[in-house]
């Protein structure tokens, strides 16, 4: 069963800029410059879903024939996405540092200063399921950078720093989730209009639900305590669900409940999800939610230290009782 309220006829219709101003309403002192960011933001999500629904008839799926800085090969919409994102972030003042997957080195737009932000984001997740009309997304962290200390590599904060995060699905239908600390809100692209409408607040996850999400396909790699818990999963009657997009596997998970992992394997010690703008964001969510997110069973992925914008970090996520399954068998397993 879902966690969430529909909306019911009788509800105020809001919109993703009108919540934005009623949160920012709350701080007397806000500038309005995260709101400028944050409706960047949603800009970028509605022109990036409508070249992924326009991908076929644009002659606009595959790859474009490069690898990009983490050695996978880039989707022409993964080319486009990033450049979407650029241009709207570009010219917004509060913008300091963009940093995205696709891009080597985070690119420096304005200097340090009050008001400041670093957007670091995924431009589009899981865009290998793009040739087959699978769901992908975007996602997206935000740091401050107002600190003359921020100035060397100020983008490498934790995860606990974030000032906001989220993440867009572009699924059956466009889903924005985000939160600014204060909860985690939904809202769906109402395509006639061309606005997103909000359809839940303050989402808590469910506490558990008999249901894993990893690439199974791995597991011959995968340090013991994973195939631990495996068998003891399947002893107990789970389900398995995986997508292979991260953002409609934690969509998922954060609606219905379960576990989502990416553990270190042969091939990526580390796992394969990177920190700053996958992990990171969606731990925000997760635990905004009231799930737990663990990088290993002793370190929240919000503490991890980062060294590099493109780091790699292991993944367990969901909901509380699902996380400690897997945290149980990786203790008795070290
Ligand atoms: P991206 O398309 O941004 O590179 O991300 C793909 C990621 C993530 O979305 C997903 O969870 C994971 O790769 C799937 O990896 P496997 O194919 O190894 O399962
Ligand atoms: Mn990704
Ligand atoms: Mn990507």
């Known amino acids: 069963m879902s966690n969430t ?73 993964d080319v486009i996405a990033n450049e979407i994102l650029l241009r709207t972030l570009g010219k917004r003042e509060g913008v300091a540092v963009v940093a995205s997957e696709e891009n080597e080195e985070p690119v420096l737009l304005r200097s340090v200063g009050a008001g400041k932000y670093c957007v670091l984001f995924d431009p589009l997740d899981g865009s290998s399921n793009l040739d ?25 904060q934790t995860g606990s720093k974030q000032v906001a995060a989220g993440y867009v699905l572009y699924g059956s239908s466009t889903v924005l989730v985000m939160t600014i600390g204060m909860g985690v809100d939904m809202f769906v692209l109402d395509p006639a209009i061309g606005a997103f409408i909000r359809v839940a607040e303050k989402l808590q996850i469910p506490s558990a639900n008999k249901s894993y999400s990893l690439n199974e396909g791995n597991r011959l790699t995968f340090p013991t305590g994973y195939n631990k818990y495996l068998d003891w999963a399947q002893a107990n009657g789970y389900s398995s669900r995986y997508v292979g997009a991260m953002v409609a596997d934690v969509h998922r998970i954060l609606l219905k409940g379960g576990v989502f992992m990416y553990p270190p394997t042969k091939k990526a010690p580390n796992g394969k999800l990177r920190l700053m703008y996958e992990a990171n964001p969606m731990a925000m ?9 663990m990088a290993t069973p002793q370190q929240r992925i919000l503490d991890v230290t980062p060294t590099a914008i493109h780091q790699r970090v292991p993944v367990i996520l969901g909901s509380p009782a699902e996380v400690d399954h897997v945290l149980t068998q990786l203790n008795a397993h070290p």
Do not use: M
């Open 132 to 156: 087959v009309c699978g769901g992908v997304g975007t996602i997206f962290s935000i740091l401050r950078y107002d600190n003359p200390a921020h100035s060397d590599n100020g983008w490498l």
């Open 5 to 77: 309220q529909p909306l019911g006829r009788q509800d105020s219709l809001i919109t993703l800029q009108a919540h934005i101003l009623e949160q920012q309403a709350r701080f007397p002192e806000a500038s309005g410059t995260l709101s400028w960011v944050l409706s960047a933001l949603s800009i970028s999500a509605k022109i990036i879903a409508n070249s992924v629904r326009r991908a076929r008839l644009d002659d606009v799926l595959g790859s474009v024939g490069n690898e990009n800085v983490q050695g996978e090969q880039q989707q022409k919409l």
């Open 285 to 293: 969510l997760i635990e905004q939610a009231g799930g737990k997110a």
